[in-house]
């Protein structure tokens, strides 16, 4: 699979600038404070202005890590956020969190709702929330969207109002107890919109991406998920398949285990159910890039076995992931170490 510059395919919407006040390296946390005295309501204020939004009322459709990061970045920009998710305890935790409130019959319509459940479920959810009148204008924060687009297609959905977008931003622990307020700062976020969209949908959902703090990225859905494949899903499977090879080792097999089996293995730590669900969605894409990984392992195995004869390969391999990590490091310039940091201290 050719892994292409999606620079070649997207276009930017938007200034797509994050907090001025955060300098490179430095992350707020879900405890910032969020009322109209704290610093971080002023900021978001002024940069949700600067982006010209007419936003006041979201509803978050699941109270999960990316749902209830998307409610508490915008609750820092003054916004008033409903919350809604099938599990009580989830939703609680949410709204202690300073989340939001919990969406009730009498909630006013939200100026969008974000839809932020497993894929296989969005069209289900667009399709009822769109029923029930719930919002003006709808988004979703999967990260597949070809197929989900079809689907809501097939069900009768309003396209005009939806705009699917993905956030390219995450982490391995999963629920609301992990959401952080600045999740999406300065990271990409993919807008799919279907011809149908009206640009009034696609200028609010903008917005809202803006008001998040991160940098709005329109693509095609299908260029979305093949991307989304050679960036996220592949790289989730390869991670995963590594860590297996310990899940029956003892203490001692990993006695000499350091930062670097960390790293490599950090994502394999995320919810399988939901990435059951992700891959099933975005089989094919996934599927090609997982082959062309295979043959590239495959021929430095066999090259291990004859070193006289296969040298050469393995040092090919070596340079070609010199250069890729090069420029995977170059399109992430944020400071990891402080989230791993924190991934590190909510999971002890």
């Given at each position: 699979m050719t892994i292409h510059d999606t620079r070649?395919?997207?276009?930017?919407?938007?200034?797509?600038?994050?907090?001025?006040?955060?300098?490179?390296?430095?992350?707020?946390?879900?405890?910032?404070?969020?009322?109209?005295s704290g610093p971080s309501f002023r900021q978001g204020v002024r940069r949700r202005r600067a982006a010209g939004a007419e936003i006041r009322r979201v509803s978050v459709i699941g109270c999960g890590l990316i749902g209830t990061s998307v409610a508490l970045a915008l609750r820092r920009t003054g916004v008033r956020v409903a919350l809604s998710d099938h599990d009580p305890h989830s939703l609680l935790e949410a709204v202690r969190a300073g989340a939001g409130v919990a969406l009730s019959p009498r909630t006013p319509p939200a100026d969008v709702v974000v839809i932020a459940t497993p894929p296989s479920t969005v069209a289900g959810m667009l399709r009822e929330a769109q029923s029930r009148g719930l919002g003006t204008v709808y988004t979703d924060v999967a990260s597949t969207k070809a197929r989900i687009l079809a689907d809501a297609?097939?069900?009768?959905?309003?396209?005009?109002?939806?705009?699917?977008?993905?956030?390219?931003?995450?982490?391995?622990?999963?629920?609301?107890?992990?959401?952080?307020?600045?999740?999406?700062?300065?990271?990409?976020?993919?807008?799919?919109?279907?011809?149908?969209?009206?640009?009034?949908?696609?200028?609010?959902?903008?917005?809202?991406v803006t008001a998040c703090g991160a940098e709005p990225v329109l693509l095609a859905p299908d260029a979305h998920d093949r991307t989304a494949a050679a960036v996220s899903h592949a790289p989730h499977v390869v991670s995963a398949a590594l860590a297996a090879r310990f899940a029956d080792a003892g203490r001692s097999a990993l006695s000499l285990a350091g930062r670097g089996l960390w790293d490599v293995t950090r994502v394999a730590g995320s919810p399988p159910g939901l990435w059951r669900d992700i891959l099933a969605q975005n089989a094919e894409p996934v599927a090609e890039m997982l082959e062309a990984v295979a043959r590239d392992l495959a021929d430095v195995a066999?090259?291990?076995?004859?070193p006289s004869a296969g040298s050469g390969i393995v040092a090919d391999l070596l340079d070609r992931g010199n250069r890729g990590r090069a420029l995977i490091t170059g399109e992430y310039p944020a400071d990891t170490a402080g989230r791993e940091g924190a991934s590190r201290e909510r999971a002890a």
């Open positions: 070649q395919i997207s276009g930017r919407i938007g200034s797509g600038i994050g907090n001025p006040a955060l300098r490179h390296g430095e992350h707020r946390t879900a405890a910032d404070p969020a009322g109209p297609e097939l069900a009768g959905c309003d396209l005009t109002s939806y705009v699917p977008g993905h956030p390219m931003a995450g982490r391995e622990l999963s629920g609301p107890g992990a959401a952080l307020a600045d999740l999406f700062t300065g990271r990409p976020w993919a807008l799919c919109p279907h011809p149908a969209a009206s640009p009034r949908a696609v200028r609010t959902v903008t917005d809202l066999s090259a291990l076995r004859a």
